[in-house]
Structures are given as structure tokens and as C-alpha cells.
């Protein structure tokens, strides 16, 4: 673990936690919310991070030197194995294919909130958007992403969203 700019390292992904001395990954822990009474807990889905209660975890994903970023079914096939492997529900999946550089922009809506991608293939570069809340496990996407685009670096951002409503 490095403590210069809370930056942790698992492989070569780079996770980032604003505001932290020294970066931790943790598992994450699925929490009822209290309702209008203590003894009257309520399934909103907010879970436990790093000690943190919050609505979910945002992880901000760059690929660098990737392959296959304009490869349409490819980024399809891929958000659908990143969508199994972090256990969350899919809704919908919606990719625009631009041209003429062949970059593909779009998303996969889930019940846990969504994954989206805007890929630069003349760049080699992709950017994706993580975020899901109760027991899908967004951490599981990185090696699906490693795997299917190749990078030569992958720096991943996490964010907690909602940490500061009462809860």
C-alpha cells in the first residue's frame, strides 16, 4: 500500500479514495436502513464501504493502451460478463457505434444503478462509469474489463455516493 495520494494497488489498478491517508479495499457489507421506528428496518439497498454507510460505490474506470474499443458486440458482450460476475440485474443496454473513428458510447441500465463506456480507439483510451448499490460487487468488472480490452494500464477512482445523507 502506498500512502502518497491514498492511492492502493491490486495488480496494476490504481484505486483512489478521496480524502484518505492510506488507501484500503474492503469488502463490501449490505446494511438495512433504519426505518420510521429502530426496530423497523427497510431494504434501500445503501450498503457499508470502508466503514462508510452510503447509497453505493461509483468506480470512475480508464483504460489505457486497450484493444477492440470498436468492437461493438465485443463492448456488448463484455458489459453483459461484467454485469454477471458482479452478481447485479440487468435492464436494458443501449451502444452507439460513431463513425468514422469507430468509438462506441453507451450504457447498461441495472435494477443496482448502471455501467457506462465512451471509447476513443484511435486513441486506444476507453472511459467507464461503475456504479451500483446493495450486493452487486462492482470491484468483480476490473478483471472483466483487464481481460477483454488488454490495457496496458487501468487506473480506477471510487467514489462513494451519498455519504453524506442521513442514513
Known amino acids: 500500500m502506498a500512502k502518497a495520494n491514498a492511492h ?8 483512489r479514495h478521496p480524502k ?27 450498503i457499508v464501504r470502508n466503514g462508510v454507510r452510503c447509497a453505493g460505490a461509483h468506480l470512475i474506470v480508464d483504460l489505457y493502451e486497450a484493444d477492440r474499443l470498436d468492437d461493438i458486440d465485443h463492448i456488448e458482450a463484455t458489459l453483459r460478463r461484467c454485469v454477471e460476475e458482479a452478481g447485479a440485474t440487468l435492464l436494458h443496454i443501449h451502444l452507439h457505434h460513431f463513425e468514422p ?22 486513441r486506444n483510451y476507453a472511459a467507464l462509469d ?23 494500464r487501468v ?13
Open 8 to 15: 492502493a494497488r491490486r495488480d496494476d489498478v490504481v484505486v
Open 20 to 46: 484518505a491517508k492510506q488507501a484500503r479495499l474492503s469488502k463490501v457489507q449490505v446494511v438495512d436502513a433504519v426505518g420510521a421506528a429502530d426496530d423497523e428496518p427497510r431494504n434501500d439497498h445503501f
Open 101 to 122: 473513428n469507430g468509438g462506441v458510447s453507451g450504457v447498461a441500465v441495472l435494477a443496482e444503478s448502471h455501467i457506462s463506456i465512451h471509447s476513443w480507439p484511435e
Open 130 to 152: 461503475v456504479f451500483m448499490c446493495g450486493n452487486a460487487e462492482p470491484d468483480k468488472c476490473i478483471p472483466v474489463l483487464r481481460q477483454a480490452f488488454k490495457p496496458g
Open 155 to 167: 487506473a480506477v477512482s471510487e467514489l462513494l455516493r451519498g455519504k453524506s445523507s442521513t442514513m
